[in-house]
């Protein structure tokens, strides 16, 4: 079967492989000179694994080894599996921000997918955007898809305790701004941090996001939590080729998995695990990809009141190396059964339900029983008010309970760069019942809407042993990070919303139990600072970022290109020669 010709017709990659023409043979040929024989062209399932592995991008430098794992399973399968690169966000190390370029990875993939001879694809996920940005971009082609995560590091540790990814960062840089900690034990804890290969341990966005792929049911049961060096996680990524190839074969789309009982069993296990505030856009954007109406006030409705069961950082005490042995999210996802869709689909070929018939929890200190919660709202609390009209987010189980419901003295940074020039000067007007309000970190305003929302508070609020204060932006925070942070501002400043108009010593409510978020000024005085606004100019005029910057929706929406939404499918393109 050299020519394809005695394959399945109705096998996409036989429009590139099965011909006995002038094409066939170029597509055939030059494949071989990689030494691929013959029948690797038969109409077999022809795989695309797409690679987010990079240098660059540290939670994702192991995939060179994972690959091969998810390679052997597609070929034990009968597959032919062909790897292919895609833009990688690492969120470490990319400036301005990793969310600049989560939609420039998805389109990356999308039209990697729908250009390239392949009849199902495999995501290497791993860093923060690559798990939302490969999900969306594969939804718009609608080939049959599965998600394999890179797993967790190790649990880090330091001196006789472990430390947590993130989360212990922004603590001890507050103790070292506050004199409580040395800079050489500050500096000396970097090499125990991070001491594995695998993204953040914490229940930071690459965990929730790995988190939300499984509940999603888009990855194979135990894939959010097995750390990156066990070898349950090589295993897992061969047995996921092995799947991948059945998947095609029963024509299993993401479609079919992705609806919107697939998005509330989501929303819901993310209250559960505690689960960062980045995941909001994340599905936001996912569910607009597929057609599913979902809306942030969803957030609010299906998951707030959802106890948060998991004990980990940042909002309790364990990693996800402990969350993994306790039964990982199975486990979870048993402990809350009763609020699940069990009947949603998941890409075993299994339901929800049939998935979690005979999953134990093998510590409830670190998965909690529904009668012992580590917060008994884990969810998302969804704000409004005039200082947001089409929304902010805060975390609960991450908050200070008695600043949930706060008044304070407004205190201004017109960017990022003012806020750093002017946090730390002793003559700063501002104590501890004031409110942080920062500008210019929306979609447009930074762009890219980056992780700065968590601004350190002034050191001379630390030298009193505070630790926490109100803090009101249109950025975004790290799923690493804590505090009582309100976050995605909608409309963000750049655009003109109510953010834009704050002036120092404007006073700010928050009232989380009301959902509430005022500005105490009144209309008029707002109309009259609005007539003097300027609006700021993109930060560049032509190139990606202008196109983002004239295209990027509000964060309410999922912060998505406005020409990205819906399923373009995968319809093979015309001949290239």
């Known amino acids: 079967m050299s020519d394809g010709q005695n394959g399945n017709p109705k096998r996409r990659s036989q429009a590139w492989f099965g011909g006995h023409d002038r094409d ?22 022809v795989i695309g694994i797409c690679n987010t592995f990079s240098e660059f991008t540290p939670c994702n430098a192991h995939f060179r080894g994972l690959v091969e794992h ?23 190390l990319l400036r301005p921000t990793a969310m600049l370029f989560r939609n420039l990875a998805a389109m990356d993939t999308e039209e990697a997918i729908r250009a390239n001879p392949m009849d199902g694809v495999v995501l290497m996920c791993g860093c923060d955007k690559t798990t939302p940005s490969l999900m969306m971009g594969a939804a718009s082609c609608d080939l049959p898809t599965l998600v394999v995560s890179g797993g967790p590091m190790l649990n880090g540790r330091f001196k006789g305790r472990q430390l947590g990814s993130g989360t212990d960062v922004w603590k001890f840089s507050e103790d070292v701004r506050a004199g409580k900690m040395s800079l050489d034990d500050f500096l000396a804890a970097e090499s125990g941090m991070h001491r594995s290969a695998g993204h953040c341990m914490t229940m930071g966005t690459a965990s929730t996001m790995a988190s939300m792929a499984e509940s999603l049911g888009m990855a194979l049961p135990g894939n959010a939590a097995f750390p990156a060096v066990d070898a349950h996680r090589n295993r897992l990524g061969r047995m996921s080729g ?15 998995i992705l609806t919107r009982n697939a998005f509330e069993n989501a929303i819901r296990t993310n209250g559960a695990i505690g689960g960062s505030t980045n995941a909001v856009i994340h599905l936001l954007a ?14 609010d409705k299906l998951g707030h009141d959802v106890p948060c069961l998991v004990d980990l950082m940042p909002s309790g005490r364990f990693l996800m190396e402990d969350f993994c042995y306790a039964g990982g999210l199975p486990a979870l996802m048993k402990q809350i059964e009763d609020l699940l869709h069990t009947d949603a689909l998941t890409v075993n070929g299994h339901t929800i339900g049939e998935n979690l018939a005979d999953v134990e929890c093998f510590d409830h200190e670190v998965i ?3 009668d012992n919660p580590v917060n008994e709202r884990g969810g998302i609390a969804v704000l409004n008010g005039n200082l947001a009209p089409d929304g902010a987010v805060l975390k609960p189980s991450a908050a200070t309970t008695e600043l949930m419901t706060h008044r304070g003295r407004a205190v201004v940074f017109e960017s990022i760069e003012d806020y750093k020039a002017r946090v730390d000067d002793p003559d700063l007007d501002i104590d501890e019942t004031c409110v942080m309000v920062l500008k210019g970190a929306g979609p447009k305003g930074y762009p890219g809407m980056a992780e700065v929302g968590n601004m ?11 630790r926490d204060m109100v803090r009101v932006s249109d950025a975004r925070m790290s799923g690493t990070a804590f505090g009582t942070v309100v976050l995605h501002v909608s409309p963000e400043s750049a655009a003109g919303g109510p ?11 928050l009232d989380v139990d009301n959902r509430r978020l005022h500005l105490d000024v009144d209309d008029a005085e707002l109309e009259q600072r609005r007539k003097r606004w300027q609006a700021p100019p993109p930060a560049m005029d032509s190139g990606y970022q202008k196109l983002y910057f004239d295209h990027v929706q509000q964060a309410d929406l999922g912060a998505d290109l406005d020409f990205l939404g819906g399923c373009r499918g995968a319809d093979v393109p015309r001949e290239n020669h």
């Not at 066939?24 to 399932?45: I, Q, V």
């Not at 092995?242 to 079919?256: A, C, G, N, Q, T």
């Not at 350190?456 to 505070?466: A, F, N, R, S």
């Open 24 to 45: 066939g043979f170029l597509h055939r040929s030059w494949m071989k000179n990689s030494g691929l024989p013959d029948d690797a062209f038969d109409g077999r399932p």
């Open 70 to 92: 998810i390679k052997r399973g597609i070929l034990d399968a009968g597959g032919t599996p062909l790897e292919f690169p895609v833009f990688s966000c690492g969120e470490t």
């Open 242 to 256: 092995r799947r991948i190839v059945e998947m095609v074969e029963e024509d299993l789309k993401p479609s079919k």
């Open 286 to 299: 996912l569910a607009r990809r597929v057609g599913v109406d979902m809306h942030l006030s969803d957030w």
């Open 368 to 370: 909690r029983k529904r």
């Open 456 to 466: 350190p508070l002034p050191t001379k609020i630390l030298e009193k042993g505070v």
């Open 499 to 509: 953010l834009a108009l704050v002036e120092n010593g404007d006073m700010i409510e």
